[in-house]
C-alpha cells in the first residue's frame, strides 16, 4: 500500500471511530455544555436555570461554593462575567441518569469591568430529571 493510501485510511478510521462514536446521550451531553457556555458568556439567567438542578453545587478554583441562585445571580450580574470561552479536552462518561463531564477551559473574563484571564481544569455533573439533563455539580481547579 502507497503510503498516500496509508495516510488517508488512517484518517477515514480516525474521522468513523471519534466522529461516530459518541452515543445519543452523550451528544445530548455535549449540547448541553454548550448551551451552558453560552449561556454564561450571554449572561442568559433564564437558560441558566433551565440547565441547572436545583440542587446545584457549584464549586470556583479558589474554593467558593454556590448553589443555583448565587450562580445564577453572579452571573447575570456581571459580577462574574465571561467575554469568551474555549473547551478543549472534553470527555464525556454516561452511567444510567449521570453523565461526567470533564474538560479544559480556557476563559476571556471580565468580572466587575476588570478584564481578565482564566485557565482551569473543569468536572462538571449532569443529572437526568424529569427527562431533562441538568446540571448538578460543577468543580473547577487551576491548572497548575
Known amino acids: 500500500m502507497k ?9 477515514f478510521i480516525t474521522i468513523c471511530h471519534f466522529g461516530f462514536s459518541q452515543s445519543k446521550t452523550e451528544k445530548e451531553i455535549q449540547l448541553k455544555v454548550e448551551q451552558l457556555k453560552l ?12 440547565l441547572t438542578s436545583d440542587q446545584l453545587s457549584y464549586g ?22 465571561f467575554v469568551t470561552m474555549d473547551i478543549s479536552e472534553q470527555s464525556i462518561l454516561v452511567s444510567g441518569n449521570v453523565a461526567i463531564v470533564r474538560f479544559k477551559m480556557d476563559a476571556v473574563t471580565n468580572d466587575k469591568g ?4 482564566v485557565h482551569l481544569k473543569i468536572l462538571l455533573v449532569w443529572k437526568k430529571e424529569h427527562r431533562k439533563w441538568k446540571l448538578l455539580a460543577r468543580q473547577a481547579v487551576k491548572i497548575v
Open 39 to 50: 449561556a454564561m458568556i450571554d449572561a442568559d439567567s433564564l437558560m441558566l436555570d433551565r
Open 60 to 81: 470556583h478554583s479558589g474554593g467558593t461554593i454556590e448553589g443555583k441562585d448565587a450562580f445564577i445571580k453572579k452571573i447575570s450580574s456581571g459580577k462574574s462575567d
Open 114 to 117: 476588570t478584564p481578565g484571564e
Open 3 to 11: 503510503m498516500k493510501n496509508l495516510i488517508l485510511l488512517f484518517g
